[in-house]
């Protein structure tokens, strides 16, 4: 299986500050063929499902703010939030979707400092 | 607006069955790659496992914890998605969800314990 590693576990951001969550794969989740990487991130708020954020690693979902964005290629990804508002505190996942076993990291808890 | 609804958790001894159930409205499950993933409270996300679209062939594949025990199915009439779940173990308590996509539905908990 792909392993995901994020990092950090936990962070804590000043409102209006810019947040990064890096993600790393055990091997390549580039697919040559259509150059796409198969990466998504998302957010998870406590007892709620997770949604999600960014899929082929750039690409934001239809209503997601744009101060989150995704970058990266190949095994090295980061997640963004520009400038940290309130309700964006939670846990955030990559995952990847590139092999039959999606993977997802650990997870990254995001706080107010 | 697409919508999943899982049901069937709950407390069951260790050894037990359960089937879990995710119904689709707005969505045809069987058009979809629809996954369970499962997730201990407080803990990080774990893929259980995956039935492919009708056209994809419908074949399923599993994580290696619940290969044997855990059988994905669909019944297309109903456009509902299941979990068989079998030789239930205390690691096997989680949150279930069902997901394809961008869609979750909001998860249903499994308690194995005596």
């Known amino acids: 299986d792909i392993v995901m590693t994020q990092s950090p576990d936990s962070l804590a951001v000043s409102l209006g500050e810019r947040a990064t969550i890096n993600c790393k794969s055990s091997?390549?989740?580039?697919?040559?063929?259509?150059?796409?990487?198969?990466l998504a991130w998302y957010q998870q708020k406590p007892g709620q499902p997770p949604k999600r954020l960014i899929y082929w690693a750039s690409t934001r979902e239809s209503g997601v703010p744009d101060r989150f964005s995704g970058s990266g290629s190949g095994t090295d990804f980061t997640l963004t939030i520009s400038s940290l508002q309130a309700e964006d505190v939670a846990v955030y996942y990559c995952?990847?979707?590139?092999?039959?076993?999606?993977?997802f990291g650990g997870g990254t808890k995001v706080e107010i400092k | 607006e697409v919508q999943l609804v899982e049901s069937g958790g709950g407390l069951v001894k260790p050894g037990g069955s359960l089937r879990l159930s995710c119904t689709a409205s707005a969505f045809t499950l069987s058009d979809a790659w629809m996954n369970w993933v499962r997730q201990v409270p407080g803990k990080g996300l774990e893929w259980v496992g995956r039935i492919k679209s009708k056209t994809d062939g419908g074949t399923t594949d599993y994580a290696a914890p619940v290969k044997g025990r855990f059988t994905i199915s669909r019944d297309d009439s109903e456009n509902t998605l299941f979990l068989q779940m079998s030789s239930l173990k205390t690691e096997d308590t989680a949150v279930y969800y069902c997901h394809s996509g961008r869609s979750w539905g909001q998860g249903t908990l499994v308690t194995v314990s005596s």
């Open positions: 995952q990847q979707y590139y092999s039959t076993a999606l993977t």
């Open positions: 091997q390549s989740v580039l697919y040559s063929p259509n150059n796409k990487n198969y």
